[in-house]
């Protein structure tokens, strides 16, 4: 259905946002979320605003992971002013995405009943929307929130975490608990199983050994059979 497939691409481009090399992360996760999010449209209408979003992470991964590698190989230099404007474009591509999967998957669980874990999708989209404002309000540069933010720098930092841990959570309860009726009719191979499967041979059909023997002939039909070869013998 798409569901675990979501959960993997929503780890790379969240976990690993403090890791050196997110950039890469952030593409792949971004290309994994597209291919699950191809599988779940058809299941809750409001996937198709993930899927918007998803292409505009998609880009803007893209983007970052050429930058940073040629950065990190010495091709350019870098430079500060687009790499803050990147960063803002970023994160702000990456709430709306984490928003649209949260509703999306708010939706679908309510669709199947489950009105419990779909409620759960929407106190996740707040939790997460204040995470994002305290970060917004730690990078603003005023002085009179100078004495605010070493005080709080630790603690939006830890929101942020517990935020990102809460979606995980919630994505993989999505995963464990949400079972659509038929849903051995509704997978769709990906675009990888699709591109692989063109590449390899197509198996042989196996000829027949010796050709089929005859169906028996009934006893009436069999002396008849005999009696015209014997006519035919005799002329």
């Not at 290309?31 to 899927?51: D, P, Q, S, T």
């Not at 893209?62 to 590698?69: F, L, R």
């Not at 009943?113 to 204040?130: E, M, P, T, Y």
């Not at 699709?194 to 041979?201: A, E, Q, T, V, W």
């Amino acid at each position: 259905m798409g569901l675990g497939v979501l959960f993997i691409g929503y780890v790379l481009t969240s976990v690993f946002t403090l890791a050196p090399t997110y950039f890469l992360t952030d593409l792949i996760g971004s290309f994994v979320i597209f291919e699950a999010v191809g599988k779940l449209r058809r299941h809750a209408e409001r996937f198709r605003y993930a899927a918007a979003a998803v292409y505009a992470m998609f880009c803007v991964s893209a983007v970052q992971c050429v930058y940073y590698t040629l950065k990190y190989i010495g091709i350019v230099e870098g430079f500060e002013i687009f790499e803050n404007i990147l960063e803002v474009v970023r994160l702000a591509v990456m709430y709306a995405l984490t928003a649209a999967i949260l509703l999306s998957l708010s939706q679908l669980s309510e669709s199947v009943g489950d009105k419990k874990l779909a409620d759960k999708g929407v106190r996740n989209v707040w939790i997460f929307s204040v995470s994002y404002v305290f970060m917004i309000v730690l990078s603003l540069d005023f002085d009179f929130l100078d004495e605010f933010i070493a005080a709080f720098t630790a603690f939006g930092f830890l929101f942020r975490i517990l935020a990102v841990l809460l979606n995980c959570v919630y994505l993989y309860s999505c995963y464990m608990w949400i079972c659509l009726a038929g849903d051995h009719d509704m997978s769709r191979q990906s675009a990888l199983d699709r591109f692989f499967g063109k590449l390899m041979p197509k198996p042989k059909k196996k000829e027949p050994d010796s050709e089929p023997e005859p169906a028996p002939i009934p006893g009436k039909k069999k002396k008849k059979l005999l009696k015209a070869k014997e006519n035919e013998k005799e002329d």
